[in-house]
């Protein structure tokens, strides 16, 4: 019987890291810790993205590689101080919060008044739609579009868009298609990660260069 996605995805992580039990993932994540982030986020997570925290609450932060290529994959909850969706999410509701009147921080869709809106994601720097779930070391997010534009797609992958550079894009449909991607690539031999004690890299496997998540969901 063939694995899901996330089950193989938990396969090529053990094997990536064997001498831990889950390859550097950690433990499932219970009914109780989905159903208050979705409380304190006051947002419902789409069901591919509860199945894959059903089966693994993000990774483990000590681990000595990003299973996202060069992101962290975020628990959806945790501890107090914890770094997790929830607690990314209310941090940049407060952030919002306290700059929402200055239009240098691009919390507005610059869209001119009567024109069709033809972007695939609102065009602002944090949206109470988005729910992040990945961050790269410079805390740069990935994020859950649950709201998208009418042009775009319930649960599409997108990178947030930076202060004054309003460059977010769709990195993928769904967070199902980020994972199987991932997975396909790394079982087919075209990528893999070299972890050598606290430093990792993933690698193209026919150019031995450096790896990054954008390039291999182009």
């Known amino acids: 019987m063939r694995l899901n996605p996330f089950e193989r995805f938990g396969e090529v992580c053990k094997s990536i890291l064997p001498h831990h ?24 997570l789409p069901p591919d993205v509860k199945e894959a925290y059903r089966h693994f609450n993000g990774q483990c932060r000590d681990a000595p590689y990003k299973v ?57 720097a944090f949206h109470p739609g988005r729910l992040p779930f990945a961050a790269d070391d410079s805390d740069s997010r990935l994020e859950i579009d649950v709201s998208p534009p009418p042009t775009g797609v319930y649960g599409q992958i997108l990178k947030a ?10 990195w993928a449909s769904s967070f199902s298609e980020l994972i199987e ?17 606290k430093f990792s890299r993933w690698l ?10 954008r390039t291999l969901l182009k």
Not at 161 to 170: A, L, S, Y
Not at 190 to 196: A, L, T
Not at 204 to 213: A, I, M, R, S
Request: overall charge negative; proline content about 5%.
């Open 21 to 44: 039990p889950l390859g550097g993932l950690n433990a499932p994540a219970t009914e109780q810790e989905i159903a208050l982030a979705e409380e304190m986020m006051q947002q419902q």
């Open 68 to 124: 996202l290529i060069n992101h962290y994959w975020l628990p959806v909850y945790g501890t107090p101080n914890m770094q997790t969706m929830a607690s990314e999410y209310s941090s940049q509701r407060y952030l919002e919060m306290l700059l929402k009147d200055d239009e240098n921080f691009g919390f507005y869709d610059f869209v001119e008044e009567g024109l069709e809106y033809n972007s695939p994601i609102h065009e602002v």
């Open 161 to 170: 868009p930076i202060f004054g550079e309003m460059d977010g894009n769709v």
């Open 181 to 197: 991607k991932i997975v396909c690539s790394y079982e087919s031999g075209k990528i893999f990660c070299e972890v050598d004690g």
């Open 204 to 213: 193209h496997k026919e150019t031995n260069q450096d790896l990054y998540l």
